[in-house]
């Protein structure tokens, strides 16, 4: 199962199309809209909850399903607009509300981070209105898969300058669509 993760709040999301044209070349996939989920940052209360249930080992806590969905997914793809420099916050909640130690990765016998995911790629899509600077999410994510999940590769897949004055959007879209009919045609 490939787990799509979409963080595209707008009704006319350029990067859901995006994300839609590469979604048409793959099969068995599960969407989960973080929009539409209960989910809410961990703040003290949730973090003390969460940490009682890990030391009594209720792994199978309602509150690990999204923990549990990432960790068995056989690939995942992230949609989100590029905004301040990164993603979405509802993207960061959801990614707390993930980062369960005893889920999704674990520390092994010298201190170090080893994932525990078994999915073989992460693929983030997004758009920029200006020029895209990959430092706050793709980088952040690719660390993340790498260093924490253990998910080894990592690909991007985007669109730039969508809203810089006399660009053609839809033209720079169309392009990184056709690229992506492109690559699934080998
Ligand atoms: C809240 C917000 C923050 C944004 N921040 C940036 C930014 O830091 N740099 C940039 O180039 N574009 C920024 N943009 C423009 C979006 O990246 C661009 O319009 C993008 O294509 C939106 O994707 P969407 O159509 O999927 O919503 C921002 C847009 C919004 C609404």
Known sequence: MTL?????????????????????????????????QPLVPLDR?????????????????PMFDYAHQFADADDII??????????????????????????????????????????????????????????FSFDYLTAMAKEYFGIRETRLIYAECLDICGNDPEAILQSAIDQIERSADR
């Not at 963080?7 to 539409?36: G, K, W």
């Not at 969460?50 to 009594?56: F, H």
């Open 4 to 36: 799509y993760i979409n963080a595209c709040p707008r009704e006319e999301s350029r990067t859901e199309r995006l994300a839609r044209a590469y979604l048409a070349h793959i099969s068995d996939v599960t969407e989960l809209n973080v929009y539409d």
């Open 45 to 61: 209360k949730r973090l003390a909850h969460r940490e009682s249930l890990i030391a009594g080992g209720k792994w199978h806590d």
């Open 78 to 135: 992230i949609a989100a607009p590029y905004w301040d420099l990164g993603f979405p916050a509802q993207l960061k909640t959801y990614i707390e509300n993930i980062y369960v130690t005893g889920i999704v990765s674990a520390y092994n016998d010298h201190g170090q981070p080893c994932g525990l995911c078994r999915a073989r790629s992460l693929t983030y899509i997004t758009t920029a209105g200006g020029a895209y600077d990959p430092r």
